[in-house]
């Protein structure tokens, strides 16, 4: 069970101990629901489409957004990928390590190079923990083909800190929607049957790239293009202190803590040899939902963001803000740590105490499933 599914759980042990200590997070709720007030969000082409579209397209322009930041390997679609028997772990850790994040790695590092991550000041070392499996035949030779065309194509067409052209973008669209219908195999263990019937069938990838519909492309086309006309694409270069075009603004998919709690973006400038530039980053949140008026919800964001910070006791990420990017309405609404965490608890004062009550907690719900916060 991950943070996330802990703050779902309003019985849960985590969940309640929000519940009871943050009293200010309606305000800041509502708060969250004013910054987009006005603002016309993207929607579906269907009126009433699939309850499936909505995880769909907000998988796919996760990862359009964590590629946005870096070009580093897709984790979870790797993971994925090793789940549905598509691949070996050492097949897995050599896809890994051809992409640029990894490249430069020592040959030991990129012998496992899925399970090695960078933070902002070091790399996090998750160990092995793969099987050795019998892949399905002609599956790796297919993942291989579509992780090679999709970075080549990233590289030139849409590099780090650059939105691409409206054909680029959709091209990148039909990629993220593939590495995502992947990565839900990791976290849920359901394989897409039109994606099955590709791989498994010996199919090609053009045929992988085929499946999202038209409309599904279109509509993440046009998120993305909503980044550049308000502004989200200028405030996410700044965060990163304005690299030059096709340099990574921070840091995709970073572990907070490993097996529980893995962010969306980090944003800072990276310094190939000493991590974050400044010595401060701001963690950021994607979400894909047309509407923000459901308090519960939100406040549940608003919990998750703030405990991801505190749960970096070892400040592997140098983490002094944290945001909400509201993809479908086009806005980024960040705030300071301890400013959020003041807000939330009605009281600035009681900050530091309700933190280290918060790592407490963290710490027994951790030692029941064999993991740990993470240490300097």
């Known amino acids: 069970m991950s943070l996330t599914s802990e703050l779902a759980d309003p019985a849960g042990q985590l969940s309640r101990w929000c519940a009871r200590v943050f009293t200010g997070s309606g305000s800041v709720a ?55 028997q598509w691949g070996s772990g050492a097949w897995a850790h050599a896809q890994a390590a051809t992409y640029p994040t990894h490249a430069g790695l020592p040959a030991d590092y990129r012998a496992r190079a899925l399970n090695v991550r960078p933070a902002a000041t070091t790399w996090l070392d998750l160990g092995d923990g793969f099987p050795d499996i019998e892949p399905i035949p002609g599956a790796p030779g297919l993942w291989a083909d579509f992780l090679t065309r999709a970075r080549r194509y990233q590289a030139r067409h849409v590099p780090p800190g650059m ?15 593939v590495l995502s219908a992947c990565e839900d195999i990791y976290r849920s263990g359901r394989i897409e049957p039109r994606l099955a019937r590709i791989v498994d069938g010996g199919g090609t990838v053009e045929q992988l790239r085929a499946l999202p519909g038209e409309e599904v492309v279109t509509e993440l086309t046009g998120l993305a ?3 550049h006309e ?9 965060r990163a202190e304005v ?41 950021i949140d994607v979400k894909t939902v047309v509407t ?37 309405h086009g806005n980024l609404v960040c705030w300071p740590v301890d400013e959020l965490a003041g807000e939330l608890l009605g009281s600035e004062a009681v900050v530091e105490h309700r933190r280290d009550e918060f ?8 030692d029941r499933v064999g993991l740990s916060l993470p240490e300097s």
């Open 292 to 328: 923000v008026r459901d308090p519960a919800r939100v406040t549940r964001w608003l919990w998750q963001i703030l405990l991801y910070a505190w749960l970096d006791t070892g400040d592997l990420y140098r983490i002094r803000e944290v945001g909400l990017l509201l993809a479908r």
């Open 243 to 283: 690299p030059p075009e096709g340099t990574q603004l921070g840091i995709a998919g970073p572990t907070i803590v490993p097996g529980w709690a893995d962010g969306d973006l980090l944003l800072g400038r990276i310094d190939p040899e000493n991590g974050i530039g400044d010595g401060t980053a701001t963690l």
């Open 30 to 84: 509502r708060r969250v629901e004013e910054a987009v007030h006005g603002l016309q969000p993207v929607r579906p082409a269907l009126a009433r489409p699939p309850r499936q579209h909505w995880a769909e397209v907000g998988g796919a322009f996760g990862q359009r957004v964590a590629d946005l930041v870096q070009a580093a390997p897709p984790y979870y679609a790797l993971l994925g990928m090793l789940r549905a």
């Open 163 to 177: 939105l691409g052209e409206p054909g680029a973008e959709a091209g990148t669209a039909r990629t993220a929607w």
């Open 225 to 227: 293009r909503l980044l």
């Open 230 to 238: 308000r502004g989200v694409l200028w405030e996410l270069r700044r």
């Open 359 to 366: 790592r407490v907690l963290a710490r027994t719900i951790l």
